[in-house]
């Protein structure tokens, strides 16, 4: 088990999803809302419970751009609606990110 | 006696050149966009092949590396993936070839994993996987100067140290570090006992945990040795993200989008013409010139009339298929091709399709076969088999002579947006739409009718733009000229001397028959009360019965009838002469023919093999035939 430095209370950790998130802003993955086989291509791509995502920008038909470990990843706003976040306390944000529990 | 020695395999099965003088075998694997293949490029330059793994359709670029002056080394540019859940056919086939378990390929000696350094970290998710393996590893930090202009940095030493493999920074566009990957190379020895039971899989060996837990697991270690190494991520690329702000703006997007689509085409057919006229005036020249050098013989017909007339007619079409794979090259390299996917992801998803699905697609521009085999990006079997199944509506390569010979002979050049767009352009541009039209459609009804299914996901990893490399591109080029000049050199130069040899018989006072009568005419004949609706004449249609080997087979087929035809007026051109058989409704007919119709072998027997079973390529013929049929007929009373 690792340590968990995040200090501020989480709120509603499962209630918010990628598109809420306005640009820019840069929120934790704590859980991905689909079946195995459906998340493996974005595990593949480090899209993991615990990573850093930040929306930089919507495509011309307003699907989500993400930003992660600098890498540029397009998603369908479905897939995206199955991204639960968590937006980042101010101590959060230099801590170790935690090893999330997955489905 | 060790040295015909391959695992499991004899060397006579397959690609034994491989093994033939035991070369050691390396493997270059890393994701898409890390610049493996640019890197494969510089190190074999010209000494590569190009053929299929057995059984599969993925093709397999192998190529000669030399090594301290007279060591060889083979190289093995493996397809780009970003995991070994073999999901796709090109995952399956890099675990295969990586496990030592495809036939007619050893198994690797070791491997040189290319990660691009400015996403070093995602990248890195490959490396355990890879180490698994238990081979020699070279990694490559690939595009390094980047990540040091955008104000990142990595420490080599600590990152070999924590992985256990040697390091090479590389920036393989302009060639720096490559004789890094090369002294690596030079060390590589030849393994001489067959590695038993290696397996390659995404998820770690002996960790019974859930895929998503061994994943996070997995992500852990690698941020930990990326953060002992003092990785720096990049700073964001301000160039990057100034041309996304447009290339993905909501209005300049699609314009954009747009622009590009037409400036391809109209490329196509304005920078073309100097070359092709270039073309034409060789072949012309060199025809005349070996007239004239041989004696009035049946031979010199043979050579003028069938082959010259036939090869020639096609061979001029060089220039404009380059330029579009120029275009297709360099929309590619440049990172553009991504945005451009993800701009048509939406319209995809309406009619049925995935976003994925985009690049087989955009392929099938350039050639179906290569485009259906590049369908096995789409993991959904039944997007995968819609895709397969409309590939073929897209204007391939191949329709580009017989749309270039049609457009230039029946329609006018005339300025109909200024000096933007042409009459001529105008029509190609209708040509291509028609084939969308068609492709819509038909995904459209599929979709609601044989291949039902929930729509299904679509991700899309966007590369920062970057200056595409002219040696790459250029190398490219060269394959698809040599591929299209073999098919004119064997398909339509055997084409050509069959035709040919049909107009001399049955001989009528010792000599050729009027081409009416000869056997070419009366079988060409027999098939005319079948065409006739569509306003064509038995010359039109052998070349449509010819023409199912490959599309432009029937620009050679007319070049070979009518040069034979008009062997005494040497002056009348193809075009003239078609100006004086078809009508111009009946050439917007023909045309409209070969948007629809499937007149190629090669995209029939792909579809075979790539749906397993008969079911679905017969299917698409006749509905194709069936369309292109009524197409024409309906062209043909309206213009």
Redesign the interface.
């Known amino acids: 088990m690792r340590v968990n430095f995040n200090s501020g209370p989480p709120a509603k950790p499962l209630e918010l999803r990628l598109p809420a998130i306005p640009l820019r802003q840069t929120v934790e993955l704590v859980h991905i809302d689909l079946p195995a086989d459906q998340a493996e291509p974005l595990l593949e791509r480090g899209v993991l419970p615990g990573c850093k995502i930040c929306p930089v920008r919507s495509s011309p038909s307003g699907d989500p751009i993400i930003s992660i470990d600098g890498s540029l990843i397009a998603l369908r706003r479905e897939t995206a609606a199955c991204l639960c976040v968590r937006l980042l306390s101010a101590t959060g944000v230099a801590g170790v990110t935690q090893l999330q529990e997955a489905s | 006696m060790g040295q015909a020695h391959c695992e499991g395999e004899g060397p006579e099965s397959g690609v034994a050149l491989l093994d033939a003088d035991g070369a050691p075998l390396v493997a270059l694997i890393g994701p898409p966009n890390s610049g493996k293949t640019t890197l494969f490029n510089r190190l074999t330059g010209l000494r590569q092949k190009v053929a299929n793994y057995p059984g599969v359709t993925v093709e397999k670029h192998v190529g000669r590396v030399e090594v301290d002056g007279d060591r060889v080394i083979d190289l093995v540019d493996l397809p780009g993936v ?2 070994f ?1 073999a ?1 796709s056919l090109d995952e399956k086939v890099t675990r295969d070839v990586l496990e030592g378990r495809m036939p007619g390929l050893r198994a690797p000696d070791a491997l040189v994993l290319i990660v691009d350094s ?5 990248q890195l ?1 490959l490396v355990e996987p890879v180490l698994e393996l238990d081979l020699p590893t070279l990694l490559v930090l690939n595009m390094s100067d980047e990540l040091d202009a955008r104000g990142g940095r990595v420490d080599d030493d600590v990152l070999a140290r924590r992985l256990g493999v040697r390091i090479a920074r590389t920036d393989a566009r302009d060639g720096k570090g490559v004789e890094g990957v090369r002294a690596f190379l030079g060390g590589v020895q030849r393994r001489e006992a067959a590695p038993s039971g290696r397996v390659v899989t ?1 998820v770690p060996r002996g960790t019974p945990l ?4 061994a ?3 997995r ?2 270690r690698v ?1 930990e040795v990326v953060r002992e190494a003092g990785f720096v ?2 700073g ?1 690329s301000a160039a990057s993200e100034r041309l ?2 447009i290339c ?4 300049w ?2 314009l954009v989008f747009f622009a590009v689509v037409v400036l391809v085409f109209q490329s196509i057919f304005t920078w073309a013409t100097p070359l092709i006229d270039g073309v034409d005036a060789l072949v012309s020249s060199s025809g005349e010139w070996v007239s004239a050098a041989l004696p009035d013989s049946w031979f010199r017909s043979l050579l003028i009339d069938g082959v010259w007339a036939g090869v020639g007619s096609v061979v001029v079409f060089l220039p404009q298929i380059l330029i579009l794979f120029l275009f297709l090259g360099i929309l590619e390299d440049s990172g553009y091709m ?1 945005r451009a996917a ?2 048509a ?2 319209m995809m ?1 309406r009619v049925g399709l995935q ?1 994925r699905a985009f690049l087989p697609l955009l392929s099938g521009y350039a050639c179906a076969v290569p485009a259906i085999l590049a369908a096995r990006t789409v ?1 959904d079997e039944r997007d995968r088999l819609a895709t397969i199944f409309v590939t073929p509506f897209m204007t391939c390569s191949a329709r580009l002579p017989v749309y270039a010979l049609l457009i230039a002979a029946f329609i006018p050049e005339r300025q109909l947006l200024g000096p933007v767009l042409g009459q001529r352009a105008a029509v190609l541009l209708g040509l291509y739409g028609l084939g969308i039209v068609a492709a819509v459609g038909t995904a459209f009804l599929l979709k609601r009718t044989l291949l039902k299914a929930k ?1 299904s ?7 920062p733009y970057r200056l595409p490399s002219l040696r790459s591109i250029g190398l490219r080029l060269l394959d698809r000229s040599r591929v299209f000049l073999r098919r004119a050199g064997t398909i339509i130069f055997a084409v050509a001397i069959v035709l040919w040899t049909l107009t001399q018989f049955p001989r009528v006072d010792g000599g050729p028959p009027p081409i009416d009568d000869s056997a070419l005419g009366r079988s060409g004949q027999l098939i005319e009360p079948l065409i006739e609706p569509l306003g064509f004449d038995w010359r039109i249609g052998v070349g449509l019965v010819t023409s199912l080997a490959a599309r432009e087979v029937i620009v050679g087929t007319l070049g070979t009838i009518y040069g034979v035809e008009d062997a005494t007026d040497t002056s009348l051109g193809l075009q003239d002469a078609l100006r004086q058989d078809l009508t111009l409704g009946a050439a917007i007919g023909l045309l409209v023919f070969f948007v629809f119709a499937l007149q190629c072998m090669s995209t029939v027997a792909v579809m075979r093999r790539e749906t397993a079973g008969w079911k679905w390529p017969v299917l698409q013929f006749s509905y194709m035939l069936l369309l292109a049929y009524v197409g024409a007929f309906v062209a043909v009373r309206v213009f």
């Open positions: 970003h995991g859940s999901r400015t996403r070093l970290e995602s998710m995404n859930p895929m998503m837990d994943f996070t697991q992500r852990h941020r991520p990049p964001p996304d702000s993905l703006h909501r209005v997007g699609p991504a993800v701009i992801d939406r998803c976003g993991d729509p996901s679509f991700l899309m990893e966007l590369p």
